[in-house]
């Protein structure tokens, strides 16, 4: 089994930055890739950016050049840092890693607003 957590969720005006966290514990040597998630209310969760064990990362359109995904092994940890956020990125943020199954974090509030 592998345990996620998510952290560095909150409140942030238009244009200002947020950096989330994931940290992995339990069964981590069999973790490969690591990805963000989101869910706003009424909509179907969504692939944000994804990591592999190399390092290696995609990205899905809508944050290409605004949202990075990085990973430190050493710490089990997977980031996401997210800079001109705009409203439209308020959500609920969800750290995924693929092992023997897939795993999903309890999710962290990111609200984008004035």
């Known amino acids: 089994q592998v345990q996620l957590v998510e952290s560095g969720g909150g409140l942030v005006q238009p244009g200002g930055s947020l950096r989330l966290s994931c940290a992995a514990s339990g069964n981590i040597f069999s973790i490969g890739a690591m990805a963000w998630y989101r869910q706003a209310p009424g909509k179907q969760r969504e692939l944000i950016a994804i990591i592999d064990n190399a390092g290696t990362t995609g990205y899905s359109d809508f944050v290409k050049g605004r949202f990075t995904i990085s990973r430190d092994n050493a710490k089990n940890t997977v980031y996401l840092q997210m800079n001109s956020l705009k409203p439209e990125d308020t959500a609920v943020y969800y750290c995924?890693?693929?092992?023997?199954?897939?795993?999903w974090g309890q999710g962290t509030q990111v609200t984008v607003s004035s």
């Open positions: 995924w890693a693929n092992g023997v199954s897939n795993y």
